[in-house]
């Protein structure tokens, strides 16, 4: 990885959650359950959301606490963050304790 690789990622903290679709006034014999498709549609969102996270974070670990804190990270953060749940976002959780962390 070089170090534009970031730069020619696209900012994913933008993507949104998928919406549910809406009901149809009246349902057709083929028509596929919508609950169903939604649901499939949301756990892979958020598998690509999870690879994403350690795609992007956990490498970040091999540096050193000084390198990680001039980037602007903490080592327990991202680690938090790595034992989320798969429900919940990780990179948003993270930015997130980050800004409240810069708060306090």
């Known amino acids: 990885m ?3 690789e970031p730069l020619r990622q696209p900012n994913s903290v933008a993507e949104k ?10 349902f057709m014999p083929a028509m596929p359950p919508l609950g169903l498709i939604h649901k499939l549609e949301t756990k ?3 598998y690509r959301r999870r690879r994403q996270f350690r795609r992007r974070f956990l490498p970040l670990l091999a540096h050193d606490d000084h390198i990680l804190e001039d980037m602007g990270h903490h080592r327990d953060d991202i680690l938090w963050a790595s034992r989320l749940p ?3 976002d990780a990179e948003q959780a993270l930015e997130k304790r980050r800004a409240s962390r810069k708060a306090a």
């Not at 959650?17 to 009246?26: E, K, N, V």
Request: charged share 25%; glycine share 0%; hydrophobic share 20%.
């Open 2 to 4: 070089s170090q534009y």
């Open 17 to 26: 959650r998928p919406t549910p679709p809406p009901q149809p006034d009246f």
């Open 44 to 46: 892979w969102w958020e």
């Open 86 to 88: 798969l429900k919940e």
